[in-house]
T-cell receptor
Framework: GQNIDQPTEMTATEGAIVQINCTYQTSGFNGLFWYQQHAGEAPTFLSY????GLEEKGRFSSFLSRSKGYSYLLLKELQMKDSASYLCAVRGGSGNTGKLIFGQGTTLQVKP | EAGVAQSPRYKIIEKRQSVAFWCNPI?????LYWYQQILGQGPKLLIQ????????DSQLPKDRFSAERLKGVDSTLKIQPAKLEDSAVYLC??????????????FGPGTRLTVT
């Protein structure tokens, strides 16, 4: 079967660092995406990993280990506006027809 | 560039009624997706089009849901008849044809459907 697991909720303090983990078991792998979704809004793209290692984009970084079926999203210097749901999604199959399978999302609450 | 457009934004219907949602993807995006997102869950792909052909509709409840993408641009998703469990946000997304990050999916604002 296909399964993506991430914690349901996390809480962190403004200015701190938080790591959101994602583990996956999918038939085929062709990339892992992280999306941010504020309440009542559409998901927006944060990062993409297809090779092992760390990808850094400003305050956000994403890590992938394909052998372990594991990824994390690292958020630094947390701001109140980072309070949102963070969705891990795996693209299975191959090429452009591989669909995205989403995890349930991790709701992050940033407190002052 | 204009984003993915969806309408209506909100819809309330009674069970057994029918409803239709409309999506206009980003210009030039060949691939279009319809997702269902139930409260507290991640989006679930219902159907994926490449141009006007269906690539994946394995999770579309075909006894009540239908979708089309005439001329490979706009798309409509229909539910007939609706059930209480269809209450969800219906998200439309589009992407370029290509590998890597160009596969990034851009989401529309969604249609929040409430079935009473």
């Amino acid at each position: 079967g296909q399964n993506i697991d991430q914690p349901t909720e996390m809480t962190a303090t403004e200015g701190a660092i938080v790591q959101i983990n994602c583990t996956y078991q999918t038939s085929g792998f062709n990339g892992l995406f992280w999306y941010q979704q504020h309440a009542g809004e559409a998901p927006t793209f944060l990062s993409y990993n297809v090779l092992d290692g760390l990808e850094e984009k400003g305050r956000f970084s994403s890590f992938l280990s394909r052998s372990k079926g594991y990824s994390y999203l690292l958020l630094k210097e947390l701001q109140m506006k980072d309070s949102a749901s963070y969705l891990c999604a795996v693209r299975g199959g191959s090429g452009n027809t591989g669909k995205l399978i989403f995890g349930q999302g991790t709701t992050l609450q940033v407190k002052p | 560039e204009a984003g993915v457009a969806q309408s209506p934004r909100y819809k309330i219907i009674e069970k057994r009624q029918s409803v239709a949602f409309w999506c206009n993807p980003i210009s030039g995006h060949a691939t279009l997706y319809w997702y269902q997102q139930i409260l507290g869950q991640g989006p679930k792909l219902l159907i994926q089009f490449q141009n006007n052909g269906v690539v994946d509709d394995s999770q579309l409840p075909k006894d009540r849901f239908s979708a089309e993408r005439l001329k490979g641009v706009d798309s409509t998703l229909k539910i007939q008849p609706a059930k209480l469990e269809d209450s969800a946000v219906y998200l439309c997304a589009s992407s370029l044809v290509g590998g890597g990050e160009s596969y990034e999916q851009y989401f529309g604002p969604g249609t929040r459907l409430t079935v009473t």
